[in-house]
């Protein structure tokens, strides 16, 4: 049977944690180690953690200092080591099927690809139903360019081949600490998993991705309130600037040979520059086409420093 390690990071998860937990440890058809490293929580969640772990085997918690679901996720992922077949990510507050994990493996034991991910099922923070997050007519991209511009797959469906975590956590391979404050665990791993081995998407959920007010990341998040203050943060604060550009510049950085295959990859990543602006610019049907926004908003973007 095959082993799957379950990372898990934990923050103020106490309201939806315990749901979450024994919709892992339910799992069937596979092995699961679950290792879940708490990012700071003041609530309850390190009592119910370590309740779990006096009680089961297969679960390692690690109890660190805040440092962002980024960086967290990252830190985890480097500690668990390449003793497993496949890893997984795990949102605080969702609810797993019990054949997620074997439907993934499944998936992928039979493919050349080097990364599951899948749709979702979302739910309202009582667990009812919304629906799928994307309908059985929406396109998922899955090039890098595509995920750099406007990434659709989501870290708590991830599953990836033991291949995959060697490359990713390899010390000539990391992200910095500064640029998983900026862009998440995520993104970083559907890039680099869209340039070494490539994806494969289901798109059947597995998955009850719960929304509620206190989303790090969500399906219905992109409101009027949330973009302005997105936008805000990004007049007033450097770091959350040039996400895009700086993601693309460490990914080229990182793995050179690879991108060249993905000429554009290398546009993004030189925007300090007018005519590295320039360049960007003239590229602005393929990215446009992504993200789906204006000529004139994506020109002002790139102009003022905010791709």
């Known amino acids: 049977m095959n082993t799957v390690a379950v990372l898990l ?11 979450q937990l024994d919709s892992i440890l339910n799992q069937s058809g ?7 490293r708490d990012d700071g929580s003041k609530d309850s969640t390190l009592e119910m953690l370590t309740a779990y772990a006096e009680k089961y085997n297969n679960i390692h918690v690690l109890i660190e200092e805040n440092v962002g679901v980024g ?3 990252m830190n985890l992922l480097y500690y668990v080591g390449n003793g497993y077949d496949y890893y997984s990510f795990a949102d605080q507050d969702d609810i797993w099927e019990e054949n997620k994990l074997f439907e993934a493996v499944s998936m992928l034991s039979q493919s050349d690809m080097s990364l599951y991910a899948s749709n979702q099922e979302c739910v309202d923070k009582y667990g009812n139903s919304l629906g799928l997050r994307y309908g059985l007519d929406s396109i998922i991209h899955l090039d890098p360019v595509a995920i750099l511009e406007k990434n659709m797959l989501a870290g708590c469906t991830m599953v990836f081949k033991r291949s995959l975590y060697e490359i990713i956590t390899d010390k000539k391979s990391r992200p910095t600490q500064e640029l998983l404050r900026n862009r998440l665990h995520d993104v970083w791993v559907a890039m680099t998993a869209s340039i070494n081995g490539g994806i494969l998407y289901d798109e059947r959920s597995f998955i009850k991705y719960r929304q509620h007010e206190n989303n790090v990341v969500g399906a219905n998040n992109n409101g009027f309130v949330k973009k302005f203050k997105e936008k805000s943060e990004k007049v007033f604060n450097k770091k959350f600037r040039n996400g895009r550009s700086w993601l693309a510049k460490e990914i080229f950085e990182r793995f050179p040979d690879q991108v060249e295959n993905f000429p554009v990859i290398k546009v993004c990543a030189d925007t300090n520059t007018f005519s590295g602006k320039r360049r960007l610019i003239k590229n602005n049907k393929l990215l446009r086409s992504y993200s789906k926004e204006s000529y004139l908003g994506f020109f002002l973007k790139v102009m003022f420093g905010y791709f």
Do not use: A, P, R
């Not at 990071?9 to 106490?14: D, I, K, L, P």
């Open 9 to 19: 990071s934990t923050y103020n998860g106490e309201n939806f944690l315990k749901e």
């Open 30 to 36: 596979v092995l699961v180690e679950l290792f879940i």
């Open 71 to 73: 960086n967290s996720f």
